[in-house]
């Protein structure tokens, strides 16, 4: 059996994990009981730095910035005196410094005017202020923490007869109260222009004009127009219901997968296969999966559903699928995420599979702890804001699907508009890039007539993205064609989806079909496969997955087809 000792060399965070979990309940009511956490010595060395520099605020207050963050009470008068002086741009001389504190307390409560000067005498230099604010910050939070994990419990113990609401209101509270707590520590240190300068020119330089600076969404003039997608931003991608937004979400994390940058001729980027995260709040797992299968295989989603394919399309979605197999595509269906339990999440998801880019379908389902009670829009703004913090916090692009309202439908044309997102004008101001989803067919879908005119032949099956907002870039119309019988949409002209990489394919390729089950009906192709070893790729397998080694269908299930599956690596 392994010791606390063996396992904190092995793994240090699983091991004080176990250890809180073991904690009695004796033992956490004697850890509530002691005196919080707190470093009176940091806090006068902090003092004494700012009292001595008071340049050295502007270097403190990314850390302390109230005098809450203390846990004397003398220590804080102190702290706000000096930064009232400091907003004032006076000295903190002690005649001054004494005048100020004055003004909260009586001198002789903070240890009179002796006091501030020991704490200049014993701080000659503020060089260490930075690392004394860290360590008071550390031990404010640790307090905060400890009177919020009390507060909480007080609100659970009095729960009483509370139904299920009444509980998941409790919850979301504490996710709140936890996420205020774990917001503050959250900050970037500045940096010179010359260095970020530096990282620049040196992206300039190796730029030549034809390389995306982000990764492709394989839709060749939305990648032309973006640059593709860019670590830290939020794109939004809206649209009325039944619209293709999830579906063309599910393309561009296809595509990405499969080489967001790689090699083709339109992007010219090298290979850099990305790991991509999708989070389904509205379709489960298996709904996302059976949609990329569609998507990708070309196979009729009807017919997966309803289990009609023929022998031929059924061996051609299997072949397909151990393709689609390879593609770095996690998916998490959890449903009812509050933005806490998203980012959460997100960060256990880059950790454990080092995705590069999210998918978050949708917005509006999500919801923001200890703002239920608030009126929508506040929900929902928070809710922006909280994808906007978590995308520049992980540097990974998230696209966030969002609901439009029915503004667009009751205009001539049906058109959408920025406008139109549905509770907040947060979610603009917030975006990088808002894109919206346009099919003027969907609209005359009942009118046959519509669809025969010949002034309306370029709009059957065509979508348009209107990207309405880029914050550092231009905006206009891409237009794509849509396949509803599967989903997926594609470029419209002049673009053949030829950049799966063949390693992919290769790998699909070195797998066994083994035909079973001889019934009255015909031959019934059922999946048995295993992987073979790669270095049987060079010898002829057992069983080929060409069409000529399956089982012949008979006569009358036999489809005209010319189809000789010699395009693996192309699903259509």
Request: net charge negative.
């Given at each position: 059996?392994?010791?606390?000792?063996?396992?904190?060399?092995?793994?240090?965070?699983?091991?004080?994990?176990?250890?809180?979990?073991?904690?009695?309940?004796?033992?956490?009511?004697?850890?509530?009981?002691?005196?919080?956490?707190?470093?009176?010595?940091?806090?006068?060395?902090?003092?004494?730095?700012?009292?001595?520099?008071?340049?050295?605020?502007?270097?403190?207050?990314?850390?302390?910035?109230?005098?809450?963050?203390?846990?004397?009470?003398?220590?804080g008068i102190i702290f706000r005196s000096v930064i009232e002086l400091y907003e004032k741009h006076?000295?903190?001389?002690?005649?001054?410094?004494?005048?100020?504190?004055?003004?909260?307390?009586?001198?002789?409560?903070?240890?009179?005017?002796?006091?501030?000067?020991?704490?200049?005498?014993?701080?000659?230099?503020?060089?260490?202020?930075?690392?004394?604010?860290?360590?008071?910050?550390?031990?404010?939070?640790?307090?905060?923490?400890?009177?919020?994990?009390?507060?909480?419990?007080?609100?659970?113990?009095?729960?009483?007869?509370?139904?299920?609401?009444?509980?998941?209101?409790?919850?979301?509270?504490?996710?709140?109260?936890?996420?205020?707590?774990?917001?503050?520590?959250?900050?970037?240190?500045?940096?010179?222009?010359?260095?970020?300068?530096?990282?620049?020119?040196?992206?300039?330089?190796?730029?030549?004009?034809?390389?995306?600076?982000?990764?492709?969404?394989?839709?060749?003039?939305?990648?032309?127009?973006?640059?593709?997608?860019?670590?830290?931003?939020?794109?939004?991608?809206?649209?009325?219901?039944?619209?293709?937004?999830?579906?063309?979400?599910?393309?561009?994390?296809?595509?990405?997968?499969?080489?967001?940058?790689?090699?083709?001729?339109?992007?010219?980027?090298?290979?850099?296969?990305?790991?991509?995260?999708?989070?389904?709040?509205?379709?489960?797992?298996?709904?996302?999966?059976?949609?990329?299968?569609?998507?990708?295989?070309?196979?009729?989603?009807?017919?997966?559903?309803?289990?009609?394919?023929?022998?031929?399309?059924?061996?051609?979605?299997?072949?397909?699928?151990?393709?689609?197999?390879?593609?770095?595509?996690?998916?998490?269906?959890?449903?009812?995420?509050?933005?806490?339990?998203?980012?959460?999440?997100?960060?256990?998801?880059?950790?454990?599979?080092?995705?590069?880019?999210?998918?978050?379908?949708?917005?509006?389902?999500?919801?923001?702890?200890?703002?239920?009670?608030?009126?929508?829009?506040?929900?929902?703004?928070?809710?922006?804001?909280?994808?906007?913090?978590?995308?520049?916090?992980?540097?990974?692009?998230?696209?966030?699907?969002?609901?439009?309202?029915?503004?667009?439908?009751?205009?001539?044309?049906?058109?959408?508009?920025?406008?139109?997102?549905?509770?907040?004008?947060?979610?603009?101001?917030?975006?990088?890039?808002?894109?919206?989803?346009?099919?003027?067919?969907?609209?005359?879908?009942?009118?046959?007539?519509?669809?025969?005119?010949?002034?309306?032949?370029?709009?059957?099956?065509?979508?348009?993205?209107?990207?309405?907002?880029?914050?550092?870039?231009?905006?206009?119309?891409?237009?794509?064609?849509?396949?509803?019988?599967?989903?997926?949409?594609?470029?419209?002209?002049?673009?053949?989806?030829?950049?799966?990489?063949?390693?992919?394919?290769?790998?699909?390729?070195?797998?066994?079909?083994?035909?079973?089950?001889?019934?009255?009906?015909?031959?019934?192709?059922?999946?048995?496969?295993?992987?073979?070893?790669?270095?049987?790729?060079?010898?002829?397998?057992?069983?080929?997955?060409?069409?000529?080694?399956?089982?012949?269908?008979?006569?009358?299930?036999?489809?005209?087809?010319?189809?000789?599956?010699?395009?693996?690596?192309?699903?259509?």
């Amino acid at each position: 059996m392994q010791t606390i000792l063996e396992m904190d060399e092995g793994n240090p965070r699983q091991s004080r994990r176990d250890k809180r979990q073991s904690r009695s309940a004796v033992e956490v009511k004697s850890i509530l009981e002691r005196q919080p956490p707190h470093s009176l010595s940091a806090e006068m060395a902090l003092l004494g730095a700012i009292i001595v520099d008071p340049s050295a605020v502007a270097e403190v207050l990314p850390y302390v910035s109230s005098s809450d963050d203390f846990f004397s009470d003398s220590h804080g008068i102190i702290f706000r005196s000096v930064i009232e002086l400091y907003e004032k741009h006076q000295s903190a001389d002690l005649v001054q410094l004494v005048e100020a504190v004055t003004k909260h307390t009586a001198i002789e409560n903070i240890g009179g005017p002796e006091f501030l000067v020991k704490l200049a005498e014993d701080s000659p230099t503020s060089a260490n202020a930075k690392y004394y604010a860290q360590i008071v910050a550390a031990k404010a939070r640790l307090r905060q923490l400890i009177q919020t994990a009390g507060t909480i419990a007080y609100e659970a113990h009095s729960a009483g007869e509370y139904d299920a609401e009444g509980v998941r209101q409790i919850i979301d509270w504490a996710e709140g109260e936890i996420f205020k707590i774990a917001e503050r520590d959250e900050k970037s240190d500045p940096q010179r222009l010359s260095e970020l300068l530096m990282a620049e020119i040196e992206r300039i330089e190796k730029s030549d004009g034809t390389r995306l600076l982000g990764l492709a969404t394989g839709f060749h003039d939305l990648d032309e127009m973006l640059s593709g997608l860019k670590g830290g931003e939020m794109l939004v991608l809206a649209g009325r219901p039944s619209m293709g937004k999830t579906a063309i979400a599910l393309n561009m994390a296809e595509q990405i997968a499969f080489g967001g940058r790689a090699p083709n001729e339109h992007t010219g980027n090298p290979k850099d296969h990305v790991a991509v995260g999708v989070f389904s709040l509205e379709m489960s797992k298996d709904a996302v999966t059976q949609r990329l299968v569609s998507s990708f295989t070309g196979a009729d989603s009807q017919k997966l559903r309803t289990g009609g394919l023929t022998k031929t399309e059924l061996t051609r979605v299997i072949q397909k699928s151990f393709i689609l197999g390879e593609a770095p595509i996690v998916i998490d269906d959890t449903p009812a995420l509050s933005i806490l339990g998203l980012r959460a999440r997100a960060r256990r998801m880059l950790a454990q599979h080092h995705v590069k880019c999210l998918v978050v379908d949708y917005l509006q389902l999500l919801s923001a702890p200890g703002l239920a009670r608030e009126s929508r829009q506040v929900e929902v703004s928070a809710i922006s804001r909280g994808i906007k913090a978590l995308a520049r916090e992980l540097n990974v692009p998230i696209i966030t699907l969002a609901q439009l309202n029915r503004g667009s439908e009751q205009r001539e044309g049906h058109r959408p508009r920025m406008s139109d997102l549905r509770e907040s004008g947060s979610i603009e101001q917030d975006a990088d890039v808002v894109m919206l989803i346009h099919r003027e067919d969907y609209y005359h879908r009942n009118d046959p007539s519509w669809a025969e005119d010949p002034e309306n032949a370029d709009k059957v099956g065509t979508a348009e993205l209107l990207v309405v907002k880029q914050r550092n870039g231009p905006t206009g119309v891409v237009k794509l064609k849509w396949n509803e019988n599967i989903t997926r949409f594609e470029n419209r002209v002049g673009y053949r989806r030829d950049d799966v990489p063949d390693e992919f394919v290769q790998r699909a390729r070195t797998i066994e079909a083994k035909p079973v089950a001889d019934t009255s009906q015909g031959i019934e192709f059922r999946s048995s496969f295993r992987k073979v070893d790669p270095d049987e790729a060079n010898h002829p397998p057992t069983h080929d997955i060409s069409a000529a080694a399956l089982p012949r269908e008979r006569d009358e299930d036999r489809e005209d087809t010319d189809d000789d599956f010699s395009d693996l690596p192309v699903p259509f």
